[in-house]
């Protein structure tokens, strides 16, 4: 028997497939979001599960444990989806859930604290002990999700259009020099159709040249993370308030929560707190689920 869990998110797909002893395969497919109103989303949520089946083939998975990305949390808006992963695994034990959660469920027990996420979007999560889901933000790119991968990518791109637009001369070596070289653009024309033409992942992908740029010590990188800290500060704030309660631990995900970079450390410093940085795959965790 073996049991999957999956870790879909924006950027990509992360799998693990257990048996009762332990890791039998790892890997990283494309993204998979759970918008399968989408056609190209359903097309690619479909390949990945079939890949994912190609790697467990001849054994068959028993029980899966996925967490996804924009999936719809209520019952009847996840049907589609688990019809999806049934003409793939046919009557596997199905358990799916947001990412966030999933997230969650990785690092904290029920009650225990605070899941700050910052990715390509942002949101802040508490699970209580009967179960039920507090948060605050998550609420997407076209109506927030500041401080997430996204919105750096976003603000950076405008660092560079203001200057564009006041005629101003771009200096070599610049903030606005090196992402319009990273995005390979020369002008507004380059900018729109880099914007318009990718998944919003693309705009995200920019954060983390940001955060290189913060590194080497460039003040409008380290600005616009500075601005960045301030919001998942105040999504930790907020969701406090919410909770009543303070000084809980918080555990920071995403692909923007490495160690030691400047957006975790001027976040460090809004909270006045050290606050605990992911170290664990959340995909394998998921398989440990499904096996429970």
Known sequence: MLYLGIDAGASSTKWALLDSEGTVKEGTSLSMDGHINREESKTR?????????????????TAIYAGITGISETVEG????????????????????TDIELGYRTHLDFGEGIFLYAGTGSIALHINKNREIIRAGGWGYLLGDEGGGYWIGREAIRKVLFRIESQSPIAPNSFEERILIFMDCLDWKDIKSFVYSHERSKMASIAQHVIELAQEGDGTALEILQEAAGYLADLVWRLE???GMEGKPVVFAGGLSTENNPLLQALNRKLGAQVRVSNIRSATRAAELARQ
Do not use: D
């Open 78 to 97: 996840a049907a589609a989806t688990v019809e999806i992963f049934r003409s793939v695994f046919g009557r596997a034990r199905l358990e799916l859930v």
């Open 45 to 61: 949520m479909i390949a990945v599960l079939k890949e994912i089946e190609a790697v467990a083939h001849p054994q068959k998975v």
């Open 241 to 243: 308030k919410n909770l």
